[in-house]
């Protein structure tokens, strides 16, 4: 048959233009696109070898071959698959988006026998990603039986020739003429005539395509001696997550984990699973040792990578695990992925947020067995990764009942050890009705503030928390196991039920007695507090200042005020000590000199004071070191 030309059955080159610049936005997947095209090709003919052995012709080793030739400027792709007749040429390659894999796969359900075939293409349009790179493409072909092969070829623009030529072997080979663009030694990122560059892709892209992907490698000669050739393999075929988890060892695992995603340690956990049902998928994760450098950062970034039977899709995908996980390395394998026509970006889909939302659940359990039966290892995960956990129990709401059970915080208990919310309830006095819990930068700051005396004096635990994320997961959980949390600096203590009868009627006396003191100091402090208590917390202490129980606390006003929220404000409410000798001298100017300048001082300065302890600088500064300075000039006075 003579050579024809002919034009693309029903697009134009304006479409076959569309494809070429505006499908594909990275250059370097062509090469994946036309090596799933070769694996497909090998798929078809080896299935239906199984029950029409002639087919193979003596030829039953599949391989994908690449060859690059710098002279000519051609990167060649080569399979030995099922090749193509002169009407399937014209069927599926001349008419843009018609895909030949797909019609077979249609076939082989028709009859039932699709079996482990995993047909890569879907859209038939890969092919011609080859036109992104090449000025001319030239494709020779020949199906098993066929005494002659078929050459097609075109330069993309809206016609083809097409003819039949002589090929001894079944199969296909692709002719890339590349464009000078592509072939330069200038940007060998970009120059797909380099034997390395081709390396990085294949093993990039299609490492665990499941025939071997060969090329020969030039290897220079030391001084005068000669160069040699040798045929590589390129892809190691088999990925390691498709293979029985009782057949891996874990020095493979973590040789894994170092390779694919450029660590330097062995991962801390690994979770090797396969779902099958309505949505089949393999997950290979792994949490790392340690968390990076900028893991607290904004801009650091991470995600699971994704595979569509076995051949890499996307990196860093991060739309399938919340923030909180960021911490999980690890890929996703599954056919059911909604893969855009150019397989670069994936569409959102009903499947997707499915294995999301069991792969958020996977982790969980992972992290709750890790608990429970290596406290440990736990403890090293919490120490890299708690901050972000909180963060969890504060932004994901469905999970927040399981993710509080996995909190560890230091305590008033040990200094070593740290505790879980249920180890804390299980050591309360059965009095106890709440869940005592103190916020500061470190546990000598907690330790140090005022409102603590009263527990330490009770002998009882109080929960410490150093981060700036602990008040909003505290807010955000509000109780556990009916349990409420109460802040040592918020509100009443509830330790009433603690108290002695006598201790009970002593405070009765107190604030009777005191009242109108209490009523001077609060006109004095008017519209800087919210209100003057006699206090029931301080021991050694003469002052303190605490938020009451509705609103937000005095520690998240300065969290706030530190993110340029300075607008909100805790409700302030002075407590004074009533068996401090400063409470006696205050006592003493109100009976003698009530509503006096020195009164007035001592009012101003007791509240400067309380500031202070709370890390708060006085609402003047200059004022409050007048008074001080006033004070010692004139002590007593």
Sequence with gaps: MTKQTREFQTETKQLLDLMIHSIYTNREIFLRELISNASDAIDKIRVQSLTDHDLLENDPNFEISLHADE???????????????????????GTIAKSGTKSFLEKLKETGTVGDSELIGQFGVGFYSAFMVAEKVTLITRAPGQTSGVCWESTGDGTYTIEECAREKRGTSLILSLHPDFRSSEKPEENFLNQYTLQRLVKKYSD??????????TLKGKQDEPDTIENRTLNSMTPLWVRPKTEIKPEEYNQFYK??????DEPLEIVHTKAEGVVEYTTLLFIPSHAPFDFYQREMTSGIRLYSKNVFVMDN???????????VRGLVDSPDFSLNISRELLQHSSQLKKIGKNLEKTVIKTLEKMLEKDRPKYNKFWQEYGKAMKNGV???????????????????HSAEELTTLDEYIARMPESQTVIYYATGKDRAAVERLPQ????KEKGLEVLYLFDRVDEFAVDALREHKEKKFQSVSRGDLKLKELDSPAEKKADEADKQENESLIAAIKEQLKGRVADVKISSRLKSSPVC?????????????????????????????LELNPDHELFTTLKNLHTNAPGSENFNDYCDLLYGQALLMEGLPPEDPIAFAARVAKLMVNPGK
């Design 545 to 573: 200042l605490v938020s009451g129980d509705e609103g937000i606390s005095l520690s998240m006003e300065q969290i706030l005020s530190e993110i340029d929220k300075p607008m909100y404000k805790a409700s302030r409410i």
């Design 71 to 93: 002279t000519a400027h051609t990167l060649t792709i080569s399979d030995n698959g099922i090749g193509m007749t002169y009407d399937e040429v014209v069927e599926n390659i």
């Design 208 to 217: 665990y395509i499941r025939y071997p992907i060969k090329m020969n490698f």
């Design 259 to 264: 390779e694919v995603f450029h660590a330097w």
């Design 317 to 327: 995908y991060q739309d399938l695990l919340p923030e909180y996980l960021r911490f």
């Design 452 to 455: 603590m005396e009263i527990l």
């Design 394 to 412: 504060y932004s994901d709401f469905a999970n927040r009942d399981k993710l509080k059970e996995l909190l560890l915080f230091p305590t008033s």
